[in-house]
Structure formats: structure tokens, C-alpha cells
């Protein structure tokens, strides 16, 4: 059971280039999403798939678009690489939980992209 | 939207002694608030969380308040210890199909020995 795996770990790109950063999860979640981390700003939500066949924008959804391949992938891709996108890139894997009547969300973390983009 | 504030950004304590952190939200139908620890070079790891239907939650040297009517929730961990040296995040979150987190922007917690 590995969890969230993300692939590559680190990457250089020039500005302008494209990428797509691929997430997969093993635990049979229906949700998964795709955050940023910069220094001092926490995580930021980009896109996020409620189930399968469904995509929505986050947060900060602007260069970015995502691809919910089945329940186990989804996938990050950026057209067009600007400096402003350096950034540590999670996926993360939600099932829910229900308790008296109400749904939670328990996310788990994937071990990050590291992006430059110069 | 939901908009988490989290305080201090950097704490430093000797270890055996106790640390708080604190947030607070502003959407009251967040009803879900977990807590991350993320050690350097990897994912947020879940510690801790608790649901709205409860003002405490405890987990041996962690635990967990929650004042719904002041909208803030704070983490506590008593008898410290170098390995609890981290980045700690909150997150508040309402339930529903959309079920997304807010995070706060962090906690650097360093136990000096």
C-alpha cells in the first residue's frame, strides 16, 4: 500500500515549456486534488476532483489543467511554464468519513514535485 | 470563502515544554479541522483533527481545542521533544460534495534540546 506516489520529484523547466506532474493513489479514494506551496502562504488549492469524471478549479487555477484519467490518476499539466509557477507541487486523496450524520474530509499527502521554472 | 489565520508563523521552545498554536476562520460552516505536521522534504502528515461536534480532542502528547462561537481552534503539545520539530498547518473544512481544505500559512515549531 503506497499511498499517494507522485512522480517526478524534481524538475527544471524553461519558461515556456510544458509538464505534466502525475499523481496516483492506491487507497480507492473518490477525491483527489492538487495543491502549491510557496514559502509563508500555506497550501494553496489548484484543481480538485470531487469523483470520477468531474475536475474543479481551486483556489488559484490560473495556468494550470488537470486530468482525472480514472479513479487512481489525476494529473497536473502546465502549458506553458512562467517563473511565477517555481513552486513544491502535493497531490493529496480524500475519502470521506461519516459521523453523526455529517461527511468529513481526511486528505493524504503525496511527497511533492519540486518545480523551477527559470 | 473560508479564510484561516494561523499564529505564530515561528515558535521556539526548550524541549519538555509545552507549545500552542493557534487559528482561527471565518466561515461558520466549517465544521471539520485538522491538523498537519510536515517535516522537511516531505508531505503533510494528518496528527490530529476534530469535528464541530466536539470542543476537545485528545491524542497522548497532542491535543486539540475547538470554540465554535469565537471561530478558532488550537493545537497543544505538552512534554516536547526534538522529533516534534516541524512545520505544523491547520485547516478548516465544511462538509459537502466540494469538501475542500483551507489551509493556514503555517507554524515552523523548533524544539531546542
Redesign the interface.
Given at each position: 500500500n503506497a499511498g499517494v506516489t507522485q512522480t517526478p520529484k524534481f524538475q527544471v523547466l524553461k519558461t515556456g515549456q510544458s509538464m505534466t506532474l502525475q499523481c496516483a493513489q492506491d487507497m480507492n479514494h473518490n477525491s483527489m486534488y492538487w495543491y502549491r506551496q510557496d514559502p509563508g502562504m500555506g497550501l494553496r488549492l489548484i484543481y480538485y476532483s470531487a469523483s470520477e469524471g468531474t475536475t474543479d478549479k481551486g483556489e488559484v487555477p490560473n495556468g494550470y489543467n488537470v486530468s482525472r484519467l480514472n479513479k487512481r490518476e489525476f494529473s497536473l499539466r502546465l502549458e506553458s511554464a512562467a517563473p511565477s509557477q517555481t513552486s513544491v507541487y502535493f497531490c493529496a486523496s480524500s475519502g470521506s468519513s461519516s459521523l453523526q450524520g455529517g461527511t468529513y474530509n481526511e486528505q493524504f499527502f503525496g511527497p511533492g514535485t519540486r518545480l523551477t521554472v527559470l | 470563502?473560508e479564510n484561516v489565520e494561523?499564529h505564530p508563523?515561528t515558535l521556539s521552545v526548550q524541549e519538555g515544554d509545552s507549545a500552542v498554536i493557534k487559528c482561527t476562520y471565518s466561515d461558520s460552516a466549517s465544521?471539520?479541522f485538522?491538523w498537519?505536521k510536515q517535516e522537511l522534504?516531505?508531505?503533510?502528515?494528518?496528527i490530529i483533527?476534530i469535528?464541530?461536534?466536539v470542543g476537545e480532542k485528545k491524542d497522548q502528547r497532542i491535543a486539540v481545542t475547538l470554540n465554535k462561537t469565537a471561530k478558532h481552534f488550537s493545537l497543544h503539545i505538552t512534554e516536547t521533544q526534538p522529533e516534534d520539530s516541524a512545520v505544523y498547518?491547520c485547516a478548516a473544512?465544511s462538509?459537502?460534495?466540494?469538501?475542500?481544505?483551507?489551509?493556514?500559512?503555517?507554524t515552523q515549531l523548533t524544539v531546542l534540546p
Open positions: - | 470563502g494561523q508563523s465544521n471539520y485538522p498537519y522534504g516531505k508531505g503533510p502528515q494528518l483533527d469535528r464541530s461536534n498547518f473544512s462538509s459537502g460534495s466540494a469538501r475542500q481544505l483551507t489551509f493556514g500559512s503555517g
